[in-house]
């Protein structure tokens, strides 16, 4: 079994959702990670508990309680979705009613990553 402890970025392969070129490390963990956040639980027919409910604060008053569920609702998703990263911290640069942006700092194997502007 894998374990975050002896997992290298470098065993992150995927492909690119937009392209369909195969992209590795830190690229293929940050379109994971915008897959998740940027999915609205409930949308997807075959697995409807896939995603975050981040996007559904894009249009929320901007406030303390609101970036408060914003940073909440990115750790429960990260947690469930994403194992194979510890989630560090979660920096919401931008939002704005109906814009968000958030950077995301995570390890994988020891190795701290800062990801900006994930969402």
């Known amino acids: 079994m894998i374990t975050n402890a ?37 949308s997807l027919v075959m697995d409807r508990d896939f995603g975050a409910k981040t996007r559904q604060r894009m249009d929320a008053p901007t406030n303390a309680d609101t970036l408060a569920d914003i940073v909440a ?13 510890i989630l560090r911290r979660v920096i919401v640069r931008g939002a704005d009613i109906g814009s968000l942006t958030v950077d995301l700092v995570v390890a994988v194997g020891g190795r701290t990553i800062i990801l900006e502007g994930v969402v």
């Open 6 to 42: 002896n997992l290298l970025l470098d065993d992150f392969v995927g492909v690119d959702p937009t392209t369909g070129a195969t992209i590795r490390g830190e690229a293929h963990l940050r379109a994971c990670l915008n897959a998740i956040l940027s999915t609205l639980i409930g």
């Open 73 to 85: 609702d990115t750790a429960v998703a990260v947690r469930r979705w994403e194992p194979r990263v």
